[in-house]
């Protein structure tokens, strides 16, 4: 299984529009920050976790040219703004696979009502499948896909283990039960949001405190702000299975 970063930063990226922040001023490729999200592919399947408002630019620096569907964590605007950009995808393969709580289509179909109408349609809009997502696990293609929930402040919010691997963003509070199904990692993938706690994302003692509980072989820090601070000098403090995850890097992990 591959594993692509296609964007490591929090809701506004890194640079931040306007921010004189030291990160934000780094010629450091590592510092720079697209919205989450996260390409996993295996065999000859592609799929998506969240499709934020870089996705188009994501898409086109991977080289990816088919997807089989994307999962949604939640529908904050930085994991769910980039869905109009399916379009390319629809034109060439036909209907796209999404995968979500019932809540969240709830929000995209506010959002993205053109895209879920079904009656008089505009031509150039794609054409979705609703795959309703809850908390048990699921199959996709070979592979069963067991969502982990979570809390982001008050808003439930699902990651999802793949195998051996496993995606968190966006959590603040997980229960003990929902650990559990996260045992026996090669990587983990996990947000850390800066060092100061947060009302809403872990922070990095809070992400370090529960990869230390679970004991990945791997795991790798994102949905990161500047505040955090520069990607090289954060590393070096980091332990020796941790990494802070950045823009395009890429994992293998055995099946």
Known sequence: MKITFLGTGTSQGIPVIGSTH????????????????????????????????DFRQQMLRSNCSKIDGILFT???????????DIR??????????????ERVFGEL????????TLEDKYPGAPNVIENIVRNHSFQLKNINVVPIEGLHHKLQVFGYRFRNFAYLTDFKTIED?????LQDLDVLVINALREEEHMSHFSLSESL???????????????ISSLLGFH?????????NVFLAYDELTIQIPD
Do not use: M
Request: some cysteine.
């Open 74 to 84: 939640h529908e904050h605007a930085d994991h769910t703004a980039g869905l109009d």
């Open 209 to 223: 405190t529960i990869i230390a509980k679970l004991k990945p072989k791997f795991a790798y820090l994102t949905h």
């Open 22 to 53: 030291p990160v934000c001023l780094s010629n450091n490729p590592k510092d720079k920050r697209l919205r989450v999200s996260v390409l996993i592919e295996w065999d000859s399947y592609t799929y998506v976790i969240d499709c934020g408002p």
């Open 232 to 240: 090289d000098k954060v590393q070096q403090n980091l332990p020796e």
């Open 109 to 116: 179909k506010k959002r993205f009502d053109y895209i879920f």
């Open 88 to 101: 390319p995808f629809f034109f060439r393969q036909g209907d796209i696979n999404l995968y979500a709580h």
């Open 177 to 181: 039960e929902e650990l559990n199904k």
